[in-house]
């Protein structure tokens, strides 16, 4: 049982601990709390239980980690059952996935429900961070703790939602400096829920007035973006048709404080915001933007290759390099990303395609069915396309001088150097800058 004297010191369960989770416990016990985190991976258990993290490009977690782990406030296991039944609170941050038919899978957070139900002992908080749709935390996971363990919701244990909202490369900084949101079931679930994060993180709170307000906070912040981004790459490719620069116009627009346009680009992938929207569509938001957005995003790949086949004609047989499979810049993180969508279209029009990114190994570029090709490789020099999805720091100088045959550079990030390109008789095009060959 949680009291207020005993806040600081309380026991903590952290159920998956993977990027998000093992941060959020390392931050936890470096703030006096005994973590017992929780993974059903045992590699991941086992090193954790070393005192070292298994996330790469987390800047100050590999610290954080080996600190608590010293201090003895960071322990982890595979059985998460034990690890609930020493603890006071409990945050669950195992992921809610989302299947090839954008169905909702629960496979993972079921089986952690399940396991926290049969550990769980009498004046728990358990709190979700995990993005889901707005309603479960009550209504599947808390009516299921419920059922497994005899433990009446809201008067034997208690229960909270806070979404986690932090950006990969910087979540220790963001923890600290986004506001946490937290909505509890009842009063005492949110006064636990509010001060347990308080003390655990020191950021500023905002307090909802219940648990399906958070949930919806948080897959609302996800459809924002997804729309806006959509909207810039829908002005994007008008503003091709009229021989408009898009960068130009967003600087211009964004002067003015109501217009905040976002950038255009190849196309939108990771795990939330090609993913989050459907928490809606699938849970009766009706036809609309949300959809509509996704639609669009999703086409972008096939715009960027309308594009290139416009200027070179058929791209069969034309060796085509992808830069980047990761869905963004600097992260290890391949779901979802537009290389994917690239590669099946241009496989299917029988090109022969190259994927080079330097976040992963050679064997890891394979798995995801594509040809590495590292740029210190002579065969750069056969390249016909190069195809710029995610402009990781090792880019920033990146020179097309070996690229002796390349005929066109898209740059689908809008990062590359054009004059540099375009003088080395490479045509150079991007997304929203450029009037399409037919226009000219
Ligand atoms: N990564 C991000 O940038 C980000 C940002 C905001 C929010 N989130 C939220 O955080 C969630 C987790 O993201 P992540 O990046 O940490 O995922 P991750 O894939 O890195 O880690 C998930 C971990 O959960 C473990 N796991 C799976 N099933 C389990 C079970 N039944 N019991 C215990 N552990 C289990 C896995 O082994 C893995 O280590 C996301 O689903 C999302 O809702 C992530």
Known sequence: MITNQQEALANVAVIGLGKIGLTIAAVFANNNYNVYGSDINKD????????????????????????????????????????VTKSDIVVVIVPVLIDNQYNVDYQ?????????????????????????????????????????????LGEDFYLA????????????????????????????????????????LH????????????????IA??????????????????AETKGVNMSEVIVASNSQPYSHLHTPGIGVGGHCIPIYPYFFINKGLKQGMTRLARTIND???????????????????????????????NVKEPTKSTTLLLMDQLTNMRSNVFVNDPLFTN??????????????????????????????????DLSFEEFKNCMLVLDGRNKLNKNEISSLGITYRSIGNEKPKEEL
């Not at 070292?52 to 782990?69: F, Q, R, W």
């Not at 900084?173 to 829920?193: Q, R, W």
């Not at 912040?221 to 806006?228: F, G, K, S, W």
């Open 203 to 218: 950021c500023e709170l905002i307090e909802v007035s219940s648990i399906e307000t958070a949930e919806f906070s948080k």
């Open 363 to 396: 064997e890891e570029i394979k798995s995801y069915g594509a040809s590495p090709l590292s740029l210190q490789d002579k065969f750069v020099s056969e390249i016909d396309v190069v195809i710029l999805q995610a402009f990781h720091d090792a880019y920033t």
């Open 161 to 200: 939602y806070s979404p986690e909202r932090v950006y990969s490369n910087r979540i220790i900084e963001d923890l600290k400096k986004y506001p946490k949101v937290v909505g509890g079931v009842n009063e005492k679930s949110l006064e636990l829920a509010v001060k347990f994060y308080k003390n655990a």
């Open 108 to 152: 993972l957070i079921d089986a952690a429900v399940k396991d926290i139900a049969s550990g769980i002992k009498k004046g728990t908080l358990v709190i979700f961070e995990t993005t889901i749709p707005p309603g479960d935390t009550q209504h599947r996971f808390g009516k299921k703790i419920e059922e497994l363990s005899g433990l009446r």
């Open 299 to 329: 086409r972008m790949a096939n715009y960027a290759i309308a594009k290139i086949e416009k200027e070179l004609g058929s791209l069969t047989d034309k060796n085509i390099l992808i830069l980047g499979l990761s869905y963004r810049e």
């Open 221 to 238: 912040e996800c459809v924002y973006r997804d729309v806006n981004i959509a909207l810039a790459n829908e002005l994007a490719q008008f």
């Open 44 to 83: 991941v258990v086992a090193t954790i239980n070393q005192g070292k993290s298994h996330i790469v490009n987390e800047p100050g977690l590999d610290k954080l980690v080996l600190t608590a782990h010293k201090s003895k406030n960071l322990s982890a296991t595979t059985v998460t059952a034990e690890a």
